[in-house]
């Protein structure tokens, strides 16, 4: 099995960079939530955070509804434009968290160890 470098986690998933002959493959970030893993870049990553701000946006309507954080009926869009998922407002309250939470920890990893080192 090869070893990963973990980037970020929470209580729904996720995601880390796989290692490949002791280095480690930076161009995609391995991101698993529920049962559903996705290989996606930085750029993808970004798009999928697109498609989240425009499901809560869709959803508003739910605001004043007593189900709507365990009701499975939020679809949410992927980059992968055959995949959407069926998610509760918890659910997609955790998805959020990993998704900006792995764009961050990428972000300053790029600058600390990047520009940021001049």
């Given at each position: 099995m090869q070893e990963i470098k973990q980037i970020y986690?929470?209580?729904?998933?996720?995601?880390?960079?796989?290692?490949?002959e002791n280095d480690i493959v930076l161009d995609k970030v391995q991101l698993v939530f529920r049962e559903t893993g996705f290989y996606f870049t930085k750029q993808e990553l970004q798009l999928f955070k697109r498609c989240i701000e425009d499901s809560y946006q869709q959803n508003s309507s739910c605001d004043d509804c007593e189900l709507k954080n365990k009701c499975h009926k939020f679809l949410l869009k992927t980059p992968c434009l055959q995949i959407d998922l069926a998610v509760s407002m918890?659910?997609?309250?955790?998805?959020?968290?990993?998704?900006e939470g792995t764009l961050f920890k990428i972000n300053l990893d790029e600058y600390l160890y990047g520009q940021g080192m001049n």
């Open positions: 986690h929470n209580n729904l998933g996720t995601a880390f960079y796989w290692r490949k918890d659910e997609l309250n955790a998805v959020k968290d990993l998704i």
